[in-house]
C-alpha cells in the first residue's frame, strides 16, 4: 500500500514536471496562436497555469526584467513537494 501511494505520488509530479518542460519548450516555437503548435502550446498553458500563476505572483515583487521564471519556479516546487510527501509517507509508515 505504501509502495503504491509513493508511486502515485513519484508519477503525478512527473507528469507536472512534463505539462511544465512542454510549456517552456513550446514557448520558444509557437509564434502563431492558430497553429497546431500554438494549440498544443495554449493546451500546455491552460494545464500548467494553476501551478505557474501563483509562482508569477510570488515572483513579480522582484523586477527580473523581460524574463519570466515562473515556471521554473514552478518546477522545482513541484520536485519539493513530491520528496516531502514521499518522506512524510515513508515515516508514517515505519
Not at 502563431?32 to 503548435?37: E, G, R, V
Not at 500554438?38 to 491552460?46: L, P
Request: glycine share 4%; net charge positive; charged share 15%.
Amino acid at each position: 500500500m505504501v509502495y503504491t501511494l509513493i508511486r502515485a505520488i513519484s508519477w503525478f509530479a512527473n507528469i507536472l514536471i512534463l505539462i511544465l518542460m512542454g510549456r517552456a519548450i513550446l514557448s520558444w516555437f509557437a509564434r502563431d496562436p492558430y497553429s497546431s503548435m500554438g494549440k498544443a502550446y495554449m493546451a500546455f498553458v491552460r494545464l500548467s497555469e494553476p501551478m505557474v500563476a501563483p509562482c508569477r505572483k510570488l515572483l513579480s515583487r522582484w523586477n527580473t526584467g523581460m524574463f519570466d521564471f515562473s515556471v521554473l519556479l514552478a518546477f522545482f516546487l513541484v520536485e519539493i513537494v513530491e520528496r516531502v510527501l514521499i518522506r512524510i509517507i515513508v515515516l508514517i509508515a515505519l
